[in-house]
């Protein structure tokens, strides 16, 4: 089967480090998915306004051509990256066929320049990743309560404390900066680093935000224009 994409996703974040582990984890991230010309068709979209929620299939797109092979065996870092799991029991972006599939909140249909496009919050994707499918979110077959997760159950993520000067903050617009806080409030260094004078980097909104992280508290450094 050869599949192309129909759409190209569009927001602030433009690398890996700094992306959501999960889709819905930090809703005040927005993006737009921009449709292909050859889909960009109103006829397409009929009704979609009707679902809150949509299933984005997706590319791994950042993953390098050094991980051009898979393992069975990865290494989630929710478990710190030294215990293996089988690929097929993880959401790890290497595989053998490198697609994800994440739930984003629907916000609205508008129309850029010639193009249709969604404009959606929650997305875990990269700025420019590519969509292959889109299919809505249907509650009573796709939400499941009460049931395992396996590894995640006893495992969590630990949010940090965020020190971020205010003038630096006021480099960023509301929406733009609870957006930006929350990503640095889930931690997105890997989570075997644990180096309080190094300084870590995220881009985003065009602007690369240093900071360090020192036991629980994360201070943002410098924010430099890109």
């Known amino acids: 089967m050869n599949i192309t994409p129909i759409a190209y996703y569009h927001t602030k974040l433009h690398s890996k480090f700094g992306l959501p582990r999960q889709s819905g984890i930090v809703p005040e991230l927005q993006g737009m998915i921009v449709f292909e010309p050859e889909y960009s068709k109103a006829d397409a979209l009929r009704g979609i306004e009707g679902f809150d929620y949509l299933w984005l299939i997706w590319e791994f797109s950042l993953n390098g051509k050094e991980h051009g092979t898979w393992s069975p065996l990865v290494r989630p870092p929710l478990l710190g990256g030294n ?61 499941h309560t009460g049931v395992r997760s396996g590894f995640v159950d006893s495992n969590t993520w630990n949010t940090l404390d965020v020190d971020f000067p205010e003038d630096l ?58």
Request: some cysteine.
């Open 83 to 143: 215990c293996y799991m089988g690929v097929f029991a993880t959401r790890s972006p290497f595989r053998p066929n490198p697609l994800g599939l994440s739930s984003v909140r629907l916000l609205g249909v508008e129309k850029r320049a010639d193009r249709l496009a969604l404009f959606v919050s929650g997305a875990d994707l990269a700025d420019g990743t590519p969509i292959y499918d889109i299919k809505p979110y249907v509650e009573y077959a796709d939400s």
């Open 169 to 226: 903050r006021s480099m960023f617009g509301a929406e733009d900066y609870d957006a930006l806080h929350k990503l640095l409030e889930l931690d997105p260094r890997p989570q075997y680093h644990n180096d309080p004078q190094r300084i870590y980097g995220i881009s985003f909104a065009g602007y690369d935000i240093r900071f360090s992280v020192s036991g629980n508290l994360l201070t943002v450094v410098k924010v430099v224009k890109l």
